[in-house]
Nanobody, 114 residues
């Protein structure tokens, strides 16, 4: 069983930055591929980025060069550093991993607006 808790969302102006955190429970964090997804109103949930246990990363084209995913295994935490934010980045951001089943956090709202 894995529990995921996101934090760090909020309201930011276009061009600003936020760092999201996702804390995971349990002792298997270092074995997990961790991902960030987002869902905007009226749209499907989409992959933003993921990171493997060996720190290999993968990004959606729409965030390449702006967002950075990282992990701290000793803290059981995965991060999403978001820079140069755009209004179209506004969404609920979710942390995800898959082990015996798919696990999701409760989500954290990111709003980019002036």
């Amino acid at each position: 069983q894995v529990q995921l808790v996101e934090s760090g969302g909020g309201l930011v102006q276009p061009g600003g930055s936020l760092r999201l955190s996702c804390a995971a429970s349990g002792s298997i964090f270092s074995l997990l591929v961790m991902g960030w997804y987002r869902q905007a109103p009226g749209k499907q949930r989409e992959l933003v980025a993921n990171i493997t246990p060996s720190d290999r990363t993968n990004y959606a084209d729409f965030v390449k060069g702006r967002f950075t995913i990282s992990r701290h295994n000793a803290k059981n935490t995965v991060y999403l550093q978001m820079n140069s934010l755009k209004p179209e980045d506004t969404a609920v951001y979710y942390c995800n991993t898959n082990w015996d089943k798919s696990y999701w956090g409760q989500g954290t709202q990111v709003t980019v607006s002036s």
